[in-house]
Nanobody, 127 residues
Framework: QVQLVESGGGLVQAGGSLRLSCAASGRIFSGVAMGWFRQAPGKARAFVAA????????YYADSVKGRFTISRDNAKNTQYLQMNSLKPEDTAVYYCAAKRTAQPMRVYSGPYDYDYWGQGTQVTVSS
């Protein structure tokens, strides 16, 4: 079983930055693709960004492209989401997700692709 714990959420003014972290339990980070999703009140969970097992491939939702950067440190079993130029519409609960895979360059953007989820961290952007 994989356990994921997010941190780094909070309240920030529009135009500001936050960095989310997601720590995975156990020596399971290799062979695991990772992603970030978010869910605003009254809305469905939406894809934000994904990174391959190798870290060599990334993919972003159009709404965050150029502002957010996903990365991972396999030695620390941790992935990150650097969020810059934040907007009020980025306000949501952000979830970390993991998927076991044998394909080192594959990324996944569908919530049903993922096997494990964190508990979520709130990000609030004030105008």
């Amino acid at each position: 079983q994989v356990q994921l714990v997010e941190s780094g959420g909070g309240l920030v003014q529009a135009g500001g930055s936050l960095r989310l972290s997601c720590a995975a339990s156990g020596r399971i980070f290799s062979g695991v693709a990772m992603g970030w999703f978010r869910q605003a009140p009254g809305k469905a969970r939406a894809f934000v960004a994904a990174i391959s097992w190798s870290g060599g491939n990334t993919y972003y939702a159009d709404s965050v492209k150029g502002r957010f950067t996903i990365s991972r440190d396999n030695a620390k079993n941790t992935q990150y989401l650097q969020m810059n130029s934040l907007k009020p519409e980025d306000t949501a609960v952000y979830y970390c997700a993991a998927k076991r895979t044998a394909q080192p360059m594959r990324v996944y953007s569908g919530p049903y692709d993922y096997d494990y989820w964190g508990q979520g961290t709130q990000v609030t952007v004030s105008s």
